[in-house]
């Protein structure tokens, strides 16, 4: 960072310098390459706020690779952009160069302060950050404030890579991935060949590359391209070398290469043809018009020749495979985009047919399965459970007693209405004897006597109230012996210890009474929100006087689905805390082995055929309806 910038704002200043202190104490100890460059663009992020970033190296003039970048897709545009730019001046960029897109702006910076030699860091920001007018006051001093952290941030890469360089072999590879891709993205022969013989003279350092077309009986004879500072049509050096290609015998390396070995000239000039067989990869199938082609690279310097030759095999068979298969397959364009547009149409033809095709929309539902004739039991009062004379799938008769209950409450009620039936009887007793004891001549005779015949009807009155109110608390003293109101087998689960001696509530269910040996159904529920689809199949079945088969498969029996159809349905919706739901009876058509009570079941309601795509999308469309519209 440059102390002395007008630009920037002490704020700004700090954070940067900040940001820099951490990057550079991470280049200083960490040696991995990826965690340095996340940590780059992280920064770029926060002080700059950058949409894409990366890092870019120059491997030959003209030619660009990116080492780390946020996106692969800004990589490509960095690249192309560096390209154009060296290609239409003939020199390498400016060192720090700015340029507005439509959406976005363009900024980059080399590595090192005068040129583009060793690459540089290529961002691309948004519009937004910036000022529209490109023009105007404030939007150069802002991109000035951001081309003077974005040097920074070039400075502290190339001090990184000056701390951490790259190998040979390092080197080698990332120039081998940019010539294979600039051979697959070429759109022509002639560019092709020049992208393979350039790529090989830059990868080889050699001072020249001939491609070479061969005769049947695999004699060159004609030159295809040429990668070299000297005119290959009036050099004799290059007859020669063909004159010497026929007559060295070529050195064969397994599956890979073939290879020829010869000196073009007394000046010791070294010279290899490498003659790349056809049946390298079975796989890929070579056009014979192509099967005799040759590489032959020249070295004036032996010593760059043979640090070179090593790593012929490595590398110059891969561009070559990716060549020639290019070269093979490569259709016209017209061609390719008529291909492209008919699979195109016929994707899109048959997506739509797809989803407009009918298929059948089904609801699953979740029931339980239950005996089509049972009852329940439950408490007529608050009590205590004395005794329970049956036990868990005990036969009973009908009218049988299952279960004797007590009640403290009704048992006081009657005490006191006995206590006040003795007291009544008392006074009225009283009373009667008073009334006989009036003799006639008695002053108020008449008066007296009428009053005690009053109170003791009243009494009488009172007397008849007790007697009734005790007849129906032992009415319902009765009731508590229950008693089975049909025959069948008791279900429960350890009543004995559940229930015996246990208070209950008014309402509690004790057990229930169900005839196992008949029919069974399965009770399930709809929600309110997929009751429309199930009523109009069930309204569909009635009008065509058909049954409605429903699909069922028990949850303790997984592998094996059963079928069955409606019943009836409930005529009023229950609530439950996930909503509103209708009762659905489904009888199934078979028997079911060893049914059991309250075996949860998923059944599978037909609702019709509709639409793929109205099918597949019906869940969705349901919830959009139920928040936007209910």
Same mark, same amino acid.
């Given at each position: 960072m440059k102390p002395g910038s007008e630009v920037l704002s002490n704020s700004t200043l700090m954070?940067?310098?900040?940001?820099?202190?951490?990057?550079?104490?991470?280049?200083?100890?960490?040696?991995?390459?990826?965690?340095?460059?996340?940590?780059?663009?992280?920064?770029?992020?926060?002080?700059?706020?950058?949409?894409?970033?990366?890092?870019?190296?120059?491997?030959?003039?003209?030619?660009?690779?990116?080492?780390?970048?946020?996106?692969?897709?800004?990589?490509?545009?960095?690249?192309?952009?560096?390209?154009?730019?060296?290609?239409?001046?003939?020199?390498?960029?400016?060192?720090?160069?700015?340029?507005?897109?439509?959406?976005?702006?363009?900024?980059?910076?080399?590595?090192?302060?005068?040129?583009?030699?060793?690459?540089?860091?290529?961002?691309?920001?948004?519009?937004?950050?910036?000022?529209?007018?490109?023009?105007?006051?404030?939007?150069?001093?802002?991109?000035?404030?951001?081309?003077?952290?974005?040097?920074?941030?070039?400075?502290?890469?190339?001090?990184?890579?000056?701390?951490?360089?790259?190998?040979?072999?390092?080197q080698q590879i990332l120039q081998t991935r940019l010539i294979a891709k600039s051979l697959w993205e070429s759109k022509s022969s002639v560019d092709s060949n020049r992208v393979l013989v350039d790529g090989v003279r830059c990868l080889l350092d050699a001072d020249r590359v001939c491609l070479l077309q061969g005769s049947d009986d695999r004699q060159p004879s004609s030159l295809i391209a040429v990668s070299g500072n000297q005119e290959p049509q009036t050099d004799a050096r290059l007859a020669l070398a063909l004159k010497r290609l026929d007559e060295t015998p070529f050195t064969?390396?397994?599956?890979?290469?073939?290879?020829?070995?010869?000196?073009?000239?007394?000046?010791?000039?070294?010279?290899?043809a490498l003659a790349i067989e056809p049946v390298c990869n079975p796989e890929v199938k070579i056009a014979s018009n192509i099967a005799n082609h040759f590489l032959l690279i020249e070295w004036t310097d032996l010593d760059r020749s043979c640090s070179s030759i090593p790593h012929i095999a490595e590398m110059v068979p891969w561009l070559f495979d990716a060549w020639r298969t290019k070269k093979s397959v490569r259709p016209s364009n017209r061609t390719?985009?008529?291909?492209?547009?008919?699979?195109?149409?016929?994707?899109?033809?048959?997506?739509?047919?797809?989803?407009?095709?009918?298929?059948?929309?089904?609801?699953?539902?979740?029931?339980?399965?239950?005996?089509?004739?049972?009852?329940?039991?439950?408490?007529?009062?608050?009590g205590f459970v004395d005794s329970i004379p049956v036990s868990?799938?005990?036969? $009973?008769?009908?009218? /049988?007693?299952?279960? %004797? #209950?007590?009640?403290? *409450?009704?048992?006081?009620?009657? @005490?006191?209405?006995?206590?006040?039936?003795a007291l009544t009887n008392q006074r009225s007793e009283g009373l009667n004897i008073s009334l006989n004891q009036i003799r006639p001549n008695q002053e108020q005779a008449e008066t007296l006597a009428s009053r005690l015949a009053g109170e003791i009807a009243e009494l009488q009155t009172k007397q008849a109230n007790l007697d009734e109110q005790r007849s129906l608390i032992k009415r319902e003293i009765g009731r508590l012996e229950l008693r089975s109101s049909m025959e069948g087998t008791i279900i429960g689960w350890q009543m004995e210890t559940v229930l015996e001696n246990r208070p209950v509530k008014r309402g509690d269910m004790l057990m229930?009474?169900?005839?196992?040996?008949?029919?069974?159904?399965?009770?399930?529920? $709809?929600?309110?929100? /997929?009751?429309?689809? %199930? #009523?109009?199949?069930? *309204?569909?079945?009635?009008?065509? @006087?058909?049954k409605l088969f429903i699909?069922?498969?028990?949850?303790?029996?997984?592998?094996?689905?059963?079928k069955g159809h409606f019943v009836r349905s409930s005529n009023s919706l229950f609530t439950q805390p996930d909503g509103q739901f209708l009762r659905v009876l489904i009888a199934p058509d078979s028997p079911i082995d060893n049914p059991r009570m309250g075996a949860s079941v998923t059944v599978s309601i037909p609702c019709g055929r509709h639409p793929r795509w109205f099918v597949w999308s019906r869940s969705i469309i349901d919830a959009a309806y139920r928040r936007f519209w209910l």
């Open positions: 954070h940067a310098d900040r940001v820099l202190e951490e990057l550079e104490q991470i280049s200083r100890s960490e040696r991995s390459s990826s965690r340095f460059y996340s940590q780059l663009f992280q920064g770029l992020s926060v002080l700059l706020g950058v949409k894409q970033a990366c890092v870019v190296a120059a491997i030959d003039v003209n030619r660009w690779q990116t080492i780390a970048s946020t996106q692969d897709s800004h990589a490509a545009i960095a690249e192309e952009r560096l390209q154009q730019m060296t290609s239409t001046h003939e020199t390498l960029p400016l060192p720090r160069w700015c340029e507005w897109k439509e959406d976005s702006v363009l900024m980059g910076s080399s590595l090192q302060p005068t040129d583009w030699s060793l690459g540089g860091l290529v961002i691309e920001l948004p519009k937004t950050s910036l000022h529209h007018d490109p023009s105007s006051s404030a939007a150069v001093a802002a991109i000035t404030e951001k081309l003077e952290l974005l040097e920074a941030f070039a400075e502290l890469v190339h001090a990184y890579q000056s701390q951490h360089p790259f190998t040979r072999d390092e064969r390396i397994p599956n890979r290469l073939q290879l020829k070995y010869f000196a073009v000239t007394n000046e010791a000039t070294l010279a290899i390719r985009n008529l291909v492209r547009l008919f699979i195109a149409s016929c994707c899109f033809v048959g997506g739509v047919l797809f989803f407009l095709n009918p298929t059948e929309l089904t609801i699953h539902a979740q029931g339980i399965l239950q005996p089509s004739e049972q009852t329940l039991v439950f408490a007529p009062t608050d868990d799938g005990q036969n $009973v008769l009908e009218n /049988e007693v299952v279960a %004797v #209950l007590s009640s403290p *409450s009704l048992q006081l009620q009657l @005490n006191q209405i006995d206590s006040e039936i229930r009474i169900a005839k196992l040996d008949r029919e069974w159904q399965i009770e399930t529920r $709809v929600a309110d929100w /997929e009751l429309g689809y %199930v #009523l109009d199949a069930i *309204s569909s079945s009635v009008s065509s @006087n058909e699909a069922y498969t028990l949850a303790s029996d997984a592998g094996n689905r059963g």
